[in-house]
T-cell receptor, first 111, second 117 residues
């Protein structure tokens, strides 16, 4: 089954404790993105990747890092999480950059 | 800056009522438009998309949307809603100039639809 998976689905952590949210897709897509969803703001792009080892900042990259060492994986790293990063995070992948397929989401709470 | 605006943040309807959710985008060139739906506790799913051709686009679950270039609009419609349509709906636009080559999706803020039996 074609899908985008994320782990963990729910995470509660404390300020400053490094964390990684994994994202994996099995569709051989070149494009992958991370979004955060906040009430009243819709989805905003954090980082995107056009291919292995090619990543770039989206609209709200501050406080986040990503890597793309393999085509299927695109982890999101929060080196020192802060409460303003409490949000719902979605990973997405796309063959062309147009239509994107979304993962199930990761609800992160930073205390 | 390029943007997508959704006019209604919350909509409450009774079953069988007709639905129209407004969406406007700010880019004047060639643009691809999407409506995504997010059911409670679930991830975003594509409802329909417009790339070119017939401006009236039909999607899944009886939804349709009309692209009106002169109005920069892509409104979502459904003639008769059901309780199961309760969800959040996001309009999104994608165009090359949004990020200098990569077709990034720009999302609207979303519209929460509640359908009462």
């Amino acid at each position: 089954e074609a899908q985008v998976t994320q782990n963990p689905r729910y995470l509660i952590t404390v300020t400053g404790k490094k964390l990684t949210v994994t994202c994996s897709q099995n569709m051989n897509h070149e494009y992958m993105s991370w979004y955060r969803q906040d009430p009243g703001l819709g989805l905003r792009q954090i980082y995107y990747s056009m291919n292995v080892e090619v990543t770039d900042k989206g609209d709200v990259p501050e406080g986040y890092k990503v890597s793309r060492k393999e085509k299927r994986n695109f982890p999101l790293i929060l080196e020192s999480p802060s409460p303003n990063q409490t949000s719902l995070y979605f990973c997405a992948s796309s063959l062309s950059g147009y239509e994107q397929f979304f993962g199930p989401g990761t609800r992160l709470t930073v205390l | 800056a390029q943007s997508v605006s959704q006019h209604n943040h919350h909509v409450i309807l009774s079953e069988a009522a007709s639905l129209e959710l407004g969406c406007n985008y700010s880019y004047g060139g060639t643009v691809n438009l999407f409506w995504y739906v997010q059911y409670p506790g679930q991830h975003l799913q594509l409802l329909l998309k417009y790339f070119s051709g017939d401006p009236l686009v039909k999607g899944i679950k009886g939804f349709e949307a009309e692209f009106i270039k002169s109005k920069f609009s892509f409104n979502l419609r459904k003639p008769s809603v059901q309780w199961s349509d309760t969800a959040e709906y996001f309009c999104a636009a994608s165009a090359p100039m949004f990020s200098g080559g990569y077709n990034k999706l720009i999302f609207g803020a979303g519209t929460r639809l509640a359908v009462h039996p």
